[in-house]
């Protein structure tokens, strides 16, 4: 399936960048177990290694399982391209590396996933990166803190734990002002819920670890590319619009348009930073796409029950989730979310962090782990475990203070779940 856009997203999530195999007819994408891939003779060899013909060489830049599903992603995001990485992680250094070098920063919001935050605020200045945390509700702010050597924005649609809703029409006319390139995060809404490039993103990052493989099996990340960006309209950009020595001078905005940043990706990024990710965890997640959507609804409907019921309950003292009509981000959530604001949400409680180290300890249907978007469902204390490494006011910021628990709803049945809720909270308060 090549030319697609008149299809729906259900029909797209099993179909994009799915084509039967070549060699054998199998009508669903084979696992090419395979580390490299004979050249048809020198000549072809040459020209791929020159960029001028488009092929496989060697599993850490391509392989057509991750073709594959880079095709599916850049398609249910309506992007112009994608590479896959091993992980969220990856994708966000993947995303930033033709973007930064030293010197340069990113103006970034202070409500991310808690190992973004680490990520940006400790591990970049080892390559003399650096973040500038910015609330997002404040969007003068964000304009006042960008300054000649931002190279880029980074947020999330919605934001892990906090439930919190990005405007992001306001933070892409901010990035486009300023002729910058907006990155958003949106591992939590997925591109069923929100497709970040509609609202004037320039890249997303996902971790597809979660709702995307949605069984909890693997890690992944991936970066899509609108192809909307002109990378050599300011000469701030010069990886992507100024010969690359490592390709005989070659310029990647020139050679490539639309495309550059992603053949940048692979070509430059994958094939010196390494983060490949292996054809066995694509199949995984090719896999869970194709249900992405009927999943999306049940997490949402859960999640709007669940948080329903929580709210109401005497041993909790709020409920963080934009799907609630209470939330200070619903009306965001209607513009930037429409369908629903995803399976996650955050519940603190009036037992403290005494209260909700005994809740987790409780619970029986739902798993104490590290993880969240899993078709069961999952609670971590987060002020104990992922933002444990945060001070307690990047906590509050973060949303993770310490008397909230991050809940990540599954697709089981809400009563039960409720029913374990119950049980817990009681054994707790
Ligand atoms: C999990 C997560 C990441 C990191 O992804 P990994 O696949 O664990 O590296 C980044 N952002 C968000 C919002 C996440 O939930």
């Known amino acids: 399936m090549t030319d697609a856009p008149s299809y729906g997203f259900d029909t797209l999530q099993i179909h994009a960048g799915a084509r039967p195999d070549p060699a054998t007819g199998a009508r669903q994408v084979p696992i090419y177990q395979t580390t490299a891939y004979v050249f048809r003779d020198a000549e072809h060899a040459a020209a791929l290694f020159n960029l001028q013909e488009v092929g496989y060489i060697y599993s850490r830049l391509t392989n057509p399982t991750v073709a594959a599903l880079q095709e599916r992603m850049a398609t249910l995001e309506g992007g112009a391209g994608a590479v896959c990485c091993s992980s969220g992680h990856a994708a966000q250094i993947m995303a930033l590396f033709p973007l930064m070098g030293p010197g340069l920063n990113v103006v970034v919001s202070t409500r991310l996933y808690g190992g973004s935050i680490t990520q940006f605020s400790q591990t970049i200045k080892r390559f003399g990166w650096s973040a500038t945390f910015v609330d997002f509700d404040d969007m003068e702010a964000v304009a006042a803190a960008i300054d000649e050597n931002t190279r880029a924005i980074f947020c999330e649609s919605i934001a892990n734990p906090g439930g919190y809703v990005t405007d992001l029409d306001a933070a892409a006319k901010v990035a486009n002002d300023a002729g910058l390139p907006l990155i958003v995060d949106n591992t939590s809404a997925t591109p069923y819920l929100c497709r970040p490039i509609d609202h004037g993103a320039t890249l997303v990052v996902h971790s597809m670890t979660k709702f995307l493989t949605g069984n909890g099996t693997v890690t992944g990340g991936c970066v899509v590319d609108s192809g909307n960006f002109d990378w050599s309209a300011s000469g701030k950009f010069p990886s992507l619009s100024e010969p690359e020595p490592a390709y005989h001078g070659l310029k990647f905005h020139e050679t490539f348009g639309p495309l550059a940043f992603t053949f940048h990706g692979i070509a430059i990024g994958l094939r010196d930073l390494g983060m490949t990710l292996n054809p066995q965890a694509a199949h995984y997640t090719l896999m869970g796409i194709e249900t992405l959507s009927l999943r999306m609804q049940r997490h949402v409907e859960n999640a709007e029950k669940v948080a329903g019921w929580l709210e109401s309950h005497p041993a909790v003292e709020a409920v963080t989730y934009a799907?609630?009509?209470?939330?200070?981000?619903?009306?965001?959530?209607?513009?930037?979310?429409?369908?629903?604001?995803?399976?996650l949400f955050t519940v603190a409680l009036k037992s403290g962090y005494e209260g909700c180290v005994k809740f987790v300890d409780s619970l029986e249907l739902f798993s104490h782990v590290a993880n969240l978007g899993d078709t069961r469902s999952l609670v971590i204390h987060s002020a104990s475990t992922t933002h444990r490494q945060l001070t307690e006011d990047q906590q509050v910021a973060a949303g993770a203070a310490p008397n909230v628990v991050r809940i990540s709803i599954g697709i089981e049945d809400a009563d039960d779940l409720i029913r374990d809720l119950d049980q817990a909270l009681n054994a707790s308060a």
């Open 323 to 343: 799907g609630l009509p209470s939330s200070p981000s619903h009306e965001k959530m209607t513009r930037i979310c429409p369908k629903g604001a995803g399976g």
